[in-house]
Nanobody, 121 residues
Framework: QMQLVESGGGLVQAGGSLRLRCLASGPTFSTYDIGWFRQAPGKEREFVAAISIHGTGKYYATALKDRFTISRAGNTVDMQMNSLKPDDTAVYYC????????????????WGQGTQVTVSS
């Protein structure tokens, strides 16, 4: 059973940066693609970014690709978030999948508990 733990969230002013980390435990992490999603109050969970098993494939939500960067090393997946905006305020989740489409929440089998990101104006 894989476990995912997010960290790195917090309160930041608009224009600032945060680096989120997803730490995985379990023997099969290296066989899973990893995605980041976020959910703001009253909104559906939405895709943010994803990275393939070997880190060669990186995918981003179109509106975020110029500000967010996903990377992978060992049993961690990081997401660097720059030029943050109040609209980026949400709980950010990492998740693992080995089937389906990277944008679909239903194709992810394991989820972390989330980390809160709050961007003040």
């Amino acid at each position: 059973q894989m476990q995912l733990v997010e960290s790195g969230g917090g309160l930041v002013q608009a224009g600032g940066s945060l680096r989120l980390r997803c730490l995985a435990s379990g023997p099969t992490f290296s066989t899973y693609d990893i995605g980041w999603f976020r959910q703001a109050p009253g909104k559906e969970r939405e895709f943010v970014a994803a990275i393939s098993i070997h880190g060669t494939g990186k995918y981003y939500a179109t509106a975020l690709k110029d500000r967010f960067t996903i990377s992978r090393a060992g049993n961690t997946v990081d997401m660097q978030m720059n030029s943050l905006k109040p609209d980026d305020t949400a709980v950010y989740y990492c998740a693992a999948r080995n089937r389906g489409n990277y944008r679909n929440t239903g194709d992810y089998d394991f989820w972390g508990q989330g980390t809160q990101v709050t961007v003040s104006s």
